[in-house]
Structure formats: C-alpha cells, structure tokens
T-cell receptor
Framework: GAVVSQHPSWVICKSGTSVKIECRSLDFQATTMFWYRQFPKQSLMLMATSNEGSKATYEQGVEKDKFLINHASLTLSTLTVTSAHPEDSSFYIC??????????FGQGTRLTVV | RKEVEQDPGPFNVPEGATVAFNCTYSNSASQSFFWYRQDCRKEPKLLMSVYSSGNEDGRFTAQLNRASQYISLLIRDSKLSDSATYLCVVNMGGGKLIFGQGTELSVKP
C-alpha cells in the first residue's frame, strides 16, 4: 500500500520556539495532504488541508499564522508550529489519499512544549 | 451536533465476547465510510471500509445505512489483541476525513 512518512516522530521544544514537521508521500504524488491534531483521550481533529502550489485551507478555529503549512512539491508538506506554547503540546499527524478514498497516515509527531 | 458521533466507551468485555459499535454521521453528502483502529500513541490503521451491502472480514462485520446515516461494526469472538480504540471515519471527498471521537475497547482474559 501507499506509504506516508512523517518526521520527526517526537520533539521536545522550549516555549516560544518554532517546530517544523515534515510529511512525505513516498510512492505517490499528493496534491492534497491533511494535517490533524489529537489531544489525549480525544479523537483526531482536522486542522487544515494542504494544497500543493497554493494556500492551505484551515478549519474553523485553527490559527493560520500560528500553524504555517507549506506544500511546495507533490510529495512534501510541512507544518510549522510557530511560537509554540505548552497548550500546543499534542500528537500531530498527516495523511494523504492517493485515489481520494482510503487515507494513509504518517507515523505522527508527538510534540511536547516545555 | 458533532459531524460523526460514536458510542461512548470504554467497552470492557471478556475474551470470546461479541461487541458492537455504533456510529452516526450528520452530513448526507459524505462519500465513503471506514472503521479505523488506533493503538495507544500510534497512528490510525484502516480496519475496513463500510458498504451499504454490508461487508465482512473474518471476525469483523461492518454495515452502512445511508437512509438513517448510521454505521456499525461487529466484532465476534473478541481477542486480547482487539483491545484498541475504534474510530468511525467519514470521507467527505478527496481524502478529507472526519473522525468520530473513538470508542475504547478493552478485552480481558
């Protein structure tokens, strides 16, 4: 099946710094990728849709200036958490869908802001 | 109202039990439907797609009723390894997925 690789798998950063998370589709081209966030004991919440070559589409309540998304190529989308704070600590996960149906997920990134 | 709603959990069942999960969705334009399984601190893994005709994969049976916007998952002869969180997922098109809050299943010896 299709493979989506996400990096890093975990990161600890200081409050106020920025963290970049990469999501790559390894064996297919993805014009669209999706970024989700999951807090403990909660489900995955869609944050934004990453569109290759154009601006990301953010879900209601997600700050686009805080969560910067760049989708510069057909196989790479990045999510940058800017000026991270402890409340941004969460599990961030990306997905892509080669044929628009079944989604394949990256391994997820566990972010801890201290 | 949440877009995808699932049974509240957790479900604690003995090995060998049959357990059923229910899910409803609010958007009638939803295109396709899935059950995913998520183990603690891991990414979700596709368990099975769900079709109106119903589909079965070993001990797992999934059903979809588009008229009532209802999805179900039945697990027969539960195993310890079935312990996980089960996510009802709706595809709005183009791979955009909306997740239910998940139902935690714990299978005990």
């Amino acid at each position: 099946g299709a493979v989506v690789s996400q990096h890093p798998s975990w990161v600890i950063c200081k409050s106020g710094t920025s963290v970049k998370i990469e999501c790559r589709s390894l064996d297919f081209q993805a014009t669209t990728m999706f970024w989700y966030r999951q807090f403990p004991k909660q489900s995955l919440m869609l944050m934004a849709t990453s569109n290759e070559g154009s601006k990301a589409t953010y879900e209601q309540g997600v700050e686009k200036d805080k969560f910067l998304i760049n989708h510069a190529s057909l196989t790479l989308s990045t999510l940058t958490v800017t000026s991270a704070h402890p409340e941004d600590s969460s599990f961030y996960i990306c997905s892509a869908s080669p044929l628009g149906a079944e989604a394949f997920f990256g391994q997820g990134t566990r972010l801890t802001v201290v | 109202r949440k877009e995808v709603e699932q049974d509240p959990g957790p479900f604690n069942v003995p090995e060998g039990a049959t357990v059923a999960f229910n899910c409803t969705y609010s958007n009638s334009a939803s295109q396709s439907f899935f059950w995913y399984r998520q183990d603690c601190r891991k990414e979700p893994k596709l368990l099975m797609s769900v079709y109106s005709s119903g589909n079965e994969d070993g001990r797992f049976t999934a059903q979809l009723n588009r008229a009532s916007q209802y999805i179900s998952l039945l697990i027969r002869d539960s195993k310890l390894s079935d312990s996980a969180t089960y996510l009802c997922v709706v595809n709005m098109g183009g791979g955009k997925l909306i997740f239910g809050q998940g139902t935690e299943l714990s299978v005990k010896p």
